[in-house]
């Protein structure tokens, strides 16, 4: 049942009952950014079976390799009742039974998510899932992320798998394939490195725990549990341990470094029994400025330092570690965090004895480089208004060399996934190709979407940490110059358009002061003239119908207005924080949304007034119609709210009695109302939903194959041009959707069909049984890498327009669509009263 509050104005009679919602078949694919966009903390391959292989992503979920170097997202199936399995923690394959695959899942161990960690596990590769819930949180995406593996399976008995938890848990352990878990009492090292105990966010509080789990393969006999197990530990004091009796108890492993460090990784050489620890002073990802290498000889319990470089040369400490299985002697490791001039990876052919670097110093500040880059699969990273054109990478954990293949390896950074099959031309000829080798890994986080009315482009989108992509084709990954340039922000927040004057956009970024125009679409784009940093930062922004005023609600000051690019001012009359819109036909309108209070401005912005209150106490968002003065959509915790008269009075749709983000998009038919597209709740059930009778009734278009996690991050656009096309992507890390009716069409991005199914789990030592619960508190924070602006500025500015010709055949387009431009054959006129408007020499539309 809907609550109304008790100071409702001006709203009509209450919603009117819905039947349960019908569903439509959809087929849904990924927008291709092309290749990553986030961090790819971990990659494991399966030691005995040529193949397999797994990448896990902080905020992204996992993924499966494919033999044609594509990878297959596993997780799309993840909705609002289990959000957080989308932060991946440790990922182990089974070395034994090589269909398995196991996770620990959960993103965040402090306030920020209030779910408790889970164990999924698969016997299919992850074409299925089973879900253990956990006693205590699970961080995929907190600091220390990159570390690991925490999770191992036993390489002689594959029953019995080890994880290290976070926050002080200690050291877990199941005999069942991951089906139930004990605390292994006996191990009493729990992690002292808290990353910074004095930031005042709780994010960076938590102890960081165990860091990762090695069973020594060599020791023991198939069948029996192997008796020698490394674990590494958060602790500069104390941080490696070994059991020599299956677990049954434990000791410091005698002789270690005594520097202060934290092991970041631990890589067995069974070849040699020689282990391998990657160090660096901080926890990771973005920190890390000394760490040291060392390698601990089992056979002889003596340790060596390896560490490449000494003195002024070493900045950074050291993360992902590859050993080369079929070439005893031959190692990897990666610089953490050389972030300048780019990152560094050395090898060795002698177990660490000399080094050679994949780039060195020539004349400075020339340098000498030993591979190339080949980013065609996700060419938006070779940008050359970046400082380094073609990085090899920063926050690079991951490191792995195929266990069958030594031309072939791969290593994850915060961006994507580099790697290449020509490794060993290293050794011999000097040089090597180092390719983007992450198609089908969109790990983005996405803040805006817009389907724009000028049909020159499909989708335009604000993306963190990458800024945001004009994409004129869903299914070719995005070229530099499809970002947004002059000024380029490391994260765009929100985008607005003109209803009037379509191809104008407007943009604001993450930094104080970030805001941007555009007169041709975001072909081009120049800083507003009061972009300074004395402006304001991130939030909402709206821009009016003839592009002449932009009222921007920041996260910092308040909501502030331009008018013809003049200064900023303040809008008092409105709250701060507030969501803002523009009318899209009538110039002097703007609406805001506060909670649940409803706000009209008649004056361009100068002043607001409240006019309603609406139901529930969360507003989500406003949606203007673009083709009719005054109608105006707004969504709250209480569902889906229309007004005919400017915002002076609302009715209830029927049918949602929860609604977050929405859009409105082209009619089912010629003259219809705009097709609507929400994530709502109908009949109890939380999903994405679509009306063509303005809210009478709604089919669910999505399955359970695609989930789209927390329902509240989403962001939804609806096509302007193409009845029926959803585009969704959030905070949840899976980039952008875009979804069309179809037939035979279950089964999203994956080839396989996805389920869930949760277990109970054995909390303590002497196995208490615990029930599952959930909940659906959304995050609403990511931690991921950021770039420096570029703050050069270029203005373009193209002059519209309004032309009446007609066609000799008669024939007329309707509103937004094409009109002319260079090589246009359709119609010229315009259903009236629109008339065409020139945009440029190549595209004309109907306003």
Same mark, same amino acid.
């Given at each position: 049942m809907v609550r109304y509050a008790a100071a409702l104005v001006a709203l009509a009679a209450g919603p009117l009952l819905a039947a349960s919602a019908a569903t439509e078949c959809y087929k849904w694919k990924n927008v291709k950014i092309g290749g990553g966009g986030?961090?790819?903390?971990?990659?494991?391959?399966?030691?005995?079976?040529?193949?397999?292989?797994?990448?896990?992503?902080?905020?992204?979920?996992?993924?499966?390799?494919?033999?044609?170097?594509?990878?297959?997202?596993?997780?799309?199936?993840?909705?609002?009742?289990?959000?957080?399995?989308?932060?991946?923690?440790?990922?182990?394959?089974?070395?034994?039974?090589?269909?398995?695959?196991?996770?620990?899942?959960?993103?965040?161990?402090?306030?920020?998510?209030?779910?408790?960690?889970?164990?999924?596990?698969? !016997?299919?590769?992850g074409a299925t899932w089973s879900a253990t819930k956990l006693s205590f949180k699970v961080g995929g995406n907190m600091p220390g992320r990159g570390m690991g593996e925490r999770l191992a399976i036993d390489p002689n008995l594959n029953s019995i798998i080890y994880f290290g938890a976070r926050s002080g848990n200690g050291l877990w352990k199941s005999t069942d394939y991951g089906a139930t878990w004990a605390k292994v009492t006996s191990f009493t090292s729990a992690g002292t490195f808290i990353p910074n105990p004095s930031d005042p966010s709780s994010y960076q509080h938590d102890i960081v725990g165990i860091a990762w789990v090695t069973f020594d393969?060599?020791?023991?006999?198939?069948?029996?549990?192997?008796?020698?197990?490394?674990?590494?530990?958060?602790?500069?004091?104390?941080?490696?341990?070994?059991?020599?009796?299956?677990?049954?108890?434990?000791?410091?492993?005698?002789?270690?470094?005594?520097?202060?460090?934290?092991?970041h990784k631990g890589v067995l050489s069974p070849s040699d029994k020689m282990l391998y620890i990657t160090y660096s002073d901080g926890a990771g990802p973005y920190d890390g400025t000394l760490g040291a290498i060392w390698k601990y000889s089992i056979t002889a319990g003596t340790w060596t330092d390896i560490t490449p470089v000494t003195g002024s040369d070493l900045y950074y400490g050291f993360g992902g570690f590859a050993v080369d299985l079929k070439k005893p002697g031959t190692i990897m490791v990666a610089a953490l965090n050389a972030w300048w001039p780019e990152g560094l990876i050395f090898r060795?052919?002698?177990?660490?004895?000399?080094?050679?670097?994949?780039?060195?110093?020539?004349?400075?500040?020339?340098?000498?480089?030993?591979?190339?880059?080949?980013?065609?699969?996700?060419?938006?990273?070779?940008?050359?208004?970046?400082?380094?054109?073609?990085?090899?990478?920063?926050?690079?954990?991951?490191?792995?060399?195929?266990?069958?293949?030594?031309?072939?390896?791969?290593?994850?950074?915060?961006?994507?996934?580099?790697?290449?099959?020509?490794?060993?031309?290293?050794?011999?000829?000097?040089?090597?190709?180092?390719?983007?080798?992450?198609?089908?890994?969109?790990?983005?986080?996405?803040?805006?979407?817009?389907?724009?009315?000028?049909?020159?482009?499909?989708?335009?989108?604000?993306?963190?940490?990458?800024?945001?992509?004009?994409?004129?084709?869903?299914?070719?990954?995005r070229t530099s110059a499809s970002q947004f340039h002059n000024p380029k922000f490391a994260t765009t927040f929100s985008l607005g358009y003109a209803g009037n004057k379509p191809l104008n956009y407007v943009r604001v970024g993450?930094?104080?002061?970030?805001?941007?125009?555009?007169?041709?679409?975001?072909?081009?784009?120049?800083?507003?003239?009061?972009? !300074?940093?004395?402006?304001?930062?991130?939030?909402?922004?709206?821009?009016?119908?003839?592009?002449?005023?932009?009222?921007?609600?920041?996260?910092?000051?308040?909501?502030?207005?331009?008018?013809?690019?003049?200064?900023?001012?303040t809008i008092s009359s409105v709250p701060a924080n507030a969501y803002v819109a523009a009318d899209r036909r009538d110039n002097t309108v703007f609406y805001a949304l506060s909670g649940n209070k409803f706000y009209v401005s008649k004056n361009t912005g100068s002043t607001f007034t409240q006019t309603v209150t609406l139901g529930g106490s969360t507003g989500y968002k406003i949606v203007p119609n673009p083709g009719t003065t005054g109608d105006v959509w707004v969504s709250t915790d209480a569902g889906l709210f229309r007004s005919t008269n400017t915002g002076t009075s609302f009715t209830q749709v029927s049918g949602p009695t929860w609604a977050a983000h929405f859009d409105l998009g082209a009619p089912k038919t010629s003259g219809g109302y705009w097709s609507i597209a929400a994530m709502a709740t109908i009949d109890g059930k939380k999903a994405l939903y679509r009306s063509d009778d303005a809210g009478?009734?709604?089919?669910?278009?999505?399955?359970?194959?695609?989930?789209?996690?927390?329902?509240?991050?989403?962001?939804?656009?609806?096509?302007?041009?193409?009845?029926?096309?959803?585009?969704?992507?959030?905070?949840?890390?899976?980039?952008?959707?875009?979804?069309?009716?179809?037939?035979?069409?279950?089964?999203?991005?994956?080839?396989?069909?996805?389920?869930?199914?949760?277990?109970?789990?054995?909390?303590?030592?002497?196995?208490?049984?615990?029930?599952?619960?959930?909940?659906?508190?959304?995050?609403? !924070?990511?931690?991921?890498?950021?770039?420096?602006?570029?703050?050069?500025?270029?203005?373009?500015?193209?002059?519209?327009?309004?032309?009446?010709?007609?066609?000799?055949?008669?024939?007329?387009?309707?509103?937004?669509?094409?009109?002319?431009?260079?090589?246009?054959?359709?119609?010229?006129?315009?259903?009236?009263?629109?008339?065409?408007?020139?945009?440029?020499?190549?595209?004309?539309?109907?306003?």
């Open positions: 986030g961090f790819v903390d971990g990659i494991v391959f399966n030691p005995t079976a040529s193949g397999i292989a797994y990448a896990r992503t902080d905020i992204g979920g996992a993924y499966r390799l494919n033999a044609d170097d594509t990878w297959t997202p596993m997780l799309d199936w993840v909705d609002s009742t289990n959000w957080n399995y989308m932060g991946v923690d440790a990922i182990a394959t089974d070395p034994i039974d090589t269909n398995r695959v196991v996770m620990a899942v959960g993103l965040y161990t402090n306030e920020w998510d209030p779910n408790m960690g889970s164990i999924l596990r698969s !016997t299919d590769r393969s060599t020791s023991g006999s198939k069948g029996a549990a192997t008796p020698r197990i490394f674990v590494g530990v958060a602790d500069k004091s104390n941080s490696i341990w070994v059991s020599t009796n299956g677990g049954s108890s434990w000791s410091l492993v005698s002789g270690q470094p005594s520097q202060s460090y934290l092991p060795s052919t002698n177990s660490g004895s000399t080094w050679s670097r994949i780039w060195e110093w020539g004349n400075y500040p020339d340098r000498i480089k030993h591979f190339s880059i080949d980013s065609s699969l996700a060419p938006w990273l070779s940008d050359p208004a970046d400082e380094v054109p073609e990085p090899l990478g920063w926050m690079m954990e991951s490191m792995v060399i195929d266990p069958f293949n030594s031309d072939h390896w791969l290593y994850g950074t915060g961006a994507t996934v580099y790697g290449g099959r020509d490794l060993t031309k290293w050794d011999t000829v000097g040089n090597i190709t180092i390719k983007a080798l992450a198609d089908g890994i969109e790990e983005t986080a996405i803040l805006d979407l817009l389907s724009p009315p000028s049909q020159h482009v499909k989708l335009v989108s604000s993306v963190g940490d990458i800024n945001g992509f004009i994409h004129d084709n869903l299914d070719t990954p993450g930094e104080a002061g970030n805001i941007a125009l555009s007169t041709d679409g975001g072909v081009s784009w120049y800083s507003h003239p009061q972009s !300074t940093s004395t402006t304001g930062s991130n939030g909402v922004v709206s821009y009016s119908a003839n592009a002449d005023t932009i009222v921007w609600s920041t996260t910092n000051i308040g909501v502030i207005r331009s008018t013809n690019s003049g200064s900023f001012t009478a009734s709604w089919v669910q278009i999505n399955d359970a194959t695609m989930g789209f996690g927390t329902a509240e991050s989403n962001r939804i656009a609806v096509d302007y041009s193409q009845y029926g096309r959803v585009f969704i992507g959030g905070g949840n890390g899976r980039g952008i959707f875009y979804g069309v009716p179809g037939t035979g069409c279950s089964g999203g991005t994956s080839t396989t069909t996805t389920r869930t199914t949760t277990t109970t789990t054995t909390t303590t030592s002497s196995r208490t049984t615990t029930t599952s619960s959930r909940t659906t508190t959304p995050s609403t !924070t990511t931690s991921r890498t950021t770039t420096t602006p570029v703050t050069t500025t270029s203005r373009t500015t193209t002059t519209s327009s309004r032309t009446t010709t007609t066609t000799a055949s008669g024939a007329q387009q309707t509103l937004y669509g094409q009109c002319g431009g260079i090589g246009w054959t359709g119609p010229t006129a315009c259903v009236p009263p629109a008339a065409c408007v020139v945009g440029n020499p190549y595209y004309s539309q109907c306003l």
